[in-house]
């Protein structure tokens, strides 16, 4: 086969497999939004939105949002805020500090860990870590299962990933623009800082995307240690239903076609939006960084 009908094949190929990804996602969302509207038809978007009571067994049954998605919120905010700042610490000593070995190891151990199933970090969240915070927080906490908890557990979850694709960005960096800072007389702290991150900073960018968005989806965790208490949280500790919790927790026995079924739908969207959101506005900060 000629290198000229490789080149076209391959152009079609790719160009297949991308309009036929933009199919799929167009897909989700028209079945998601078709059938998520039809809540409206019973519940207002007042209601359903600006209202925290989710009470969708009752007999006079009430679908507001408010409280699940304060939910969401928080997990993600406490989670984003303990394993950015580790992770970004992390992926530092290993592009720039680590030697060969310390290297290897630890990303040895950071592959293992984003391995380890959701479920088993949920596990131990359960049995290990809702005890230690009650017995550390006595006054505090009045129930282990809580946003503090689930925060932690996807920490563990996520720092692979911001660990690995942070780590991956700095190195990207050509090793002349480091070089040339230390010759010029600047340290490695402030070759780091001025040079190295940012340079790497929109792939920075793009970590912390692929890792929000895998935060705000994850389910298993949540499910299990969040509390599934559907309030408005004021503290850490208060304990959470968030957004994926009430749609693994109700869709398996909702009836099928149901107001609570087709607001479990809307929920769907409502998360699909929260991801589109954070990822549109941190690309558009990206390419306002390049100019």
């Known amino acids: ?73 928080a997990v993600t905010g406490l989670t984003l805020l303990i394993s950015i ?4 610490i992390s992926a530092i000593f290993l592009a720039e500090f680590s030697s060969r070995k310390t290297h290897d190891f630890l990303k040895y151990v950071f592959e293992l860990t984003a391995g380890i199933p959701s479920v088993v970090l949920g596990s131990f969240g359960l049995k290990y870590i809702s005890r230690w915070l009650m017995e550390l927080f006595p006054m505090k906490v009045w129930t282990g299962l809580n946003i503090l908890n689930a925060s932690l557990m996807l920490s563990v979850l996520a720092m692979p990933y911001f660990v690995t694709l942070i780590e991956d960005a700095l ?57 599934g208490a559907t309030m408005i949280p004021q503290s850490i500790f208060d304990p959470v239903r968030p957004l994926t919790a009430a749609i693994a927790g109700e869709m398996g026995e909702v009836e099928l076609a149901s107001t609570h079924y087709f607001a479990l739908f809307m929920i769907g969207v409502v998360l699909l939006m929260i991801s589109l959101i954070f990822t549109v506005t941190a690309m558009r900060l990206k390419r306002g960084m390049r100019r």
Do not use: C, H
């Open 85 to 88: 700042p580790l992770g970004f």
């Open 171 to 227: 190195k990207a960096v050509p090793v002349d623009q480091k070089e040339a800072s230390l010759a010029l007389g600047a340290n490695m702290t402030s070759t780091l800082f001025r040079v190295l991150i940012p340079q790497a900073r929109s792939g920075i960018l793009n970590a912390i995307i692929l890792g929000t968005n895998r935060i705000v989806g994850e389910t298993m965790v949540v499910l299990m240690i969040a509390g």
């Open 1 to 73: 086969m000629s290198r000229k009908r490789i080149d076209l094949f391959s152009r079609v190929l790719v160009t297949v497999a991308a309009l036929l990804t933009m199919v799929i996602l167009f897909g989700i969302f028209f079945f998601l939004i078709s059938d998520g509207v039809k809540v409206f038809g019973k519940v207002s978007l007042k209601d359903f939105f600006l209202s925290a009571r989710w009470y969708p067994t009752y007999e006079d049954a009430e679908f507001g949002i408010l409280a699940l998605l304060s939910g969401t919120l």
